[in-house]
């Protein structure tokens, strides 16, 4: 059973930052391309940053600059750092991995709340 354990979030003022760590058990994880994903209030997740096995990665448009996504293979987490933070990034973030690769994801772990407010 494939589980994660997201971890770093909090409340930061504008332009503030925070780095966000994910830990998976029960699977190989080097083998697979991971994402972040976001769901902010009223509506639906959304893949915000990935990267392959390989070391690939991709972010939507409005984190681009702003956000890094790296992973640690030998301690199986996957990290998102967030700089310059606006309140729209304001929301619950996941990780699993890329769902634009795999047919479906695994079970999501609690996530992490990051909240952008002064």
């Known amino acids: 059973q494939v589980q994660f354990v997201e971890s770093g979030g909090g409340l930061v003022q504008p332009g503030g930052s925070l780095r966000l760590s994910c830990v998976a058990t029960g699977t190989i994880f080097r083998f697979y391309a991971m994402g972040w994903y976001r769901q902010a209030p009223g509506t639906q997740r959304e893949l915000v940053a990935a990267?392959?096995?390989?070391?690939?990665?991709n972010y939507i448009d409005s984190v681009k600059g702003r956000f890094t996504i790296s992973r640690d293979n030998a301690e199986n987490t996957v990290y998102l750092q967030m700089n310059s933070l606006q309140p729209e990034d304001t929301g619950v973030y996941y990780c699993?991995?890329?769902?634009?690769?795999?047919?479906?994801?695994?079970?999501w772990g609690q996530g992490t709340q990051v909240t952008i407010s002064s």
């Open positions: 699993n991995r890329d769902s634009r690769t795999y047919v479906s994801t695994w079970p």
């Open positions: 990267i392959t096995s390989g070391g690939s990665i």
